[in-house]
């Protein structure tokens, strides 16, 4: 089981990344996800989260409007689109899972502690 998290890089102040997270061993289907992040020398906090019927999603204050979160069951992925990026997003990305059943499938958990299982995190740069 695995989540495998890309799509880093190093980017200047308003421009854009795609971030993807690959699932092998498991079916997204079945599963709420989420991404975090965690800038050097601070915790890990919330971005974004989508439910596992995909009819929900839900941001982080300071990357509304900015970054979209989205789910392909077919391919196994969950994407993070971030526009106008900026220096305070700098940090390393990490995508979650956390199984749901599907009577739960519009529910999105916002604390990391709900997740179970973790990508290896891919490292976003924003140079002002």
């Known amino acids: 089981v695995q989540l495998q998290a890309s799509g880093g890089g190093v980017v200047r102040a308003r421009g854009s990344l795609r971030l993807s997270c690959a699932a092998s061993g498991i079916s997204v289907s079945k599963y709420a996800m989420a991404w975090f992040r965690q800038a050097p020398g601070k915790e890990r906090i919330f971005v974004a989260a989508?439910?596992?019927?995909?009819?929900?999603?839900d941001y982080a204050d300071s990357v509304k409007g900015r970054f979209a979160i989205s789910r392909d069951n077919d391919k196994n992925t969950v994407d993070l689109q971030m526009n106008s990026l900026k220096p305070e997003d700098t940090a390393a990305y990490y995508c979650a899972a956390r199984q749901q059943p599907p009577h739960r499938g519009d529910t999105i958990f916002f604390s990391w502690v709900f997740y179970s299982l973790w990508g290896q995190g891919t490292l976003v740069t924003v140079s002002s």
């Open positions: 989508i439910s596992l019927n995909g009819a929900r999603t």
